[in-house]
T-cell receptor, first 113, second 112 residues
Framework: NAGVTQTPKFQVLKTGQSMTLQCAQDMNHEYMSWYRQDPGMGLRLIHYSVGAGITDQGEVPNGYNVSRSTTEDFPLRLLSAAPSQTSVYFC????????????FGNGTRLTVT | AQSVSQHNHHVILSEAASLELGCNYSYGGTVNLFWYVQYPGQHLQLLLKYFSGDPLVKGIKGFEAEFIKSKFSFNLRKPSVQWSDTAEYFCAVRGNTDKLIFGTGTRLQVFP
């Protein structure tokens, strides 16, 4: 009963490096999303997807790319990491529809030096 | 677009005190409202949600929230807090799209 799985749990990058944060869910959820959590700023939506092949921007999309080739996977790419991207990143999924609550992964703590 | 305001950034209480955390949202249409809790070092967990019907919603661990449409509010309450309620609490709103927008959170510290 895995739910939402994020890898890695921790990552340190140098400025300018690229990397991909992985997110997979086994609940057949159509909706998947990425948030970043920073002290005093809550969770801010980066990108989201309502199904394979469909993605859209959230509140803070700059510097991040996503794709959704399968229902299960929703990777988040940092093309050229910046210190401002130091944060904790959460992937979350749900069925579609207003009352559906999000199921969260355990998070990835990213530090960019 | 929807947005959420949580005006209490940090709340400190003694055990057995009553709790009320404020949440106001901005959205002109039908909303779905949520409260999540995040214990130290963990991910967010759902406390309760409102989508229709009785505006007083009961959740887990003795928490409840009241949806007041005229005030665009969805405040979280608990009659008597425990030390184990120490956590960060997030209000969130979903309008007519799938995306869920969160407030900035309220950090609750409960002292024995």
């Amino acid at each position: 009963n895995a739910g939402v799985t994020q890898t890695p749990k921790f990552q340190v990058l140098k400025t300018g490096q690229s990397m991909t944060l992985q997110c997979a869910q086994d609940m057949n959820h159509e909706y998947m999303s990425w948030y970043r959590q920073d002290p005093g700023m809550g969770l801010r939506l980066i990108h989201y997807s309502v199904g394979a092949g469909i993605t859209d921007q959230g509140e803070v999309p700059n510097g991040y790319n996503v794709s959704r080739s399968t229902t299960e996977d929703f990777p988040l790419r940092l093309l050229s990491a910046a210190p401002s991207q130091t944060s904790v990143y959460f992937c979350a999924s749900s069925t579609r529809g207003g009352p559906s609550p999000l199921h969260f992964g355990n998070g990835t703590r990213l530090t960019v030096t | 677009a929807q947005s959420v305001s949580q005006h209490n950034h940090h709340v400190i209480l003694s055990e057995a005190a009553s709790l009320e955390l404020g949440c106001n949202y901005s959205y002109g249409g039908t909303v779905n409202l949520f409260w999540y809790v995040q214990y130290p070092g963990q991910h967010l967990q759902l406390l309760l949600k409102y989508f229709s019907g009785d505006p007083l919603v009961k959740g887990i661990k003795g928490f409840e929230a009241e949806f007041i449409k005229s005030k665009f509010s969805f405040n979280l309450r608990k009659p008597s807090v425990q030390w184990s309620d120490t956590a960060e609490y997030f209000c969130a709103v979903r309008g007519n799209t799938d995306k869920l927008i969160f407030g900035t959170g309220t950090r609750l510290q409960v002292f024995p």
